[in-house]
Nanobody, 113 residues
Framework: QVQLVESGGGLVQAGGSLRLSCKAS????????MGWYRQAPGKQREFVAT???????SYADSVKGRFTISRDNAKNTVYLQMNSLKPEDTADYYC???????WGQGTQVSVSS
């Protein structure tokens, strides 16, 4: 059974930091490109960042320079380090395993001004 479980969300003040984790099970993690997406209330889900099996990363312009995606294949986990958070970063954050087209259940991030 393919499963992605996110954690690390919470409430933080603007300018603060959070680190999201997404642990995968039931998949061969090392062969999957992994991504983070987010969905704010009343808006469509949008791309945040992705990391390939080879470690190449890409980011949405809105988070470039503030967020860092990384992966630990030994732990079947992908991370999203979020710094200099802004109120507009408030959303539910989801991880995605591209090869298996599988989403996690999401973790909520709220940034107060």
């Amino acid at each position: 059974q393919v499963q992605l479980v996110e954690s690390g969300g919470g409430l933080v003040q603007a300018g603060g930091s959070l680190r999201l984790s997404c642990k995968a099970s039931g998949i061969i993690f090392s062969v999957n490109d992994m991504g983070w997406y987010r969905q704010a209330p009343g808006k469509q889900r949008e791309f945040v960042a992705t990391i390939t099996t080879g470690g190449r990363t890409s980011y949405a312009d809105s988070v470039k320079g503030r967020f860092t995606i990384s992966r630990d294949n030994a732990k079947n986990t992908v991370y999203l380090q979020m710094n200099s958070l802004k109120p507009e970063d408030t959303a539910d954050y989801y991880c995605y395993a591209h090869l298996y087209r599988t989403w996690g259940q999401g973790t909520q991030v709220s940034v107060s001004s």
